[in-house]
């Protein structure tokens, strides 16, 4: 594996649609979309301008990079189906990094990630030299650079060529889910169709 791929990485797991181009080790463009809602329409377009400014092709790229979470449940499906689809699409490797490893990345252990979660509350995961523990949530403050996609996005993109260099394991990205859904199946059950 290279030591410097080329890769796009994207973000939909907040209220945004973020993409970044990881070149040679440097990031030549990021663009963010601010958004409530519209990821789903936004996220392919803003995708192909994205590789076009960095005047890259599909074919030039080495792996795609995708945030995992947490977040919106709706935009992190989104980012996610993305990425899979893609990495079929053009035959290369879908790398899905978590806000908390994205946000963890280049920084000294042991590092405590907290990220903005409904309700005032925040999703916190710890790394340490022994590996991170089971992301919870709880009450307190979000890092700063939680809130900024930019900052989130490139560092999905630095995460993922670090994986990428070290040959793996990539899978197939999952969304990273902390708490529970809101809505959950019916209790009751099934109707019976007659024939």
Known sequence: MRPDPTLLAFDTSGSHC????LAGGDVPVCRVETMLRGQAERLMPLLEATLREAGLRWPDLDAIAVGTGPGNFTGI????ATARGLALGIDRPAIGISG???LAHGRPLPVTVRILAPRGLVYLQTFSPDGPTEPVLETGLADESASDPRSLVRNIALAAADRFAAGGPFGRPTPVYVRRPDASPPQTAAPVILP
């Open 77 to 80: 499906r989104i980012a996610v």
């Open 100 to 102: 908390f490893a994205a």
């Open 18 to 21: 973020a993409a970044t181009v």
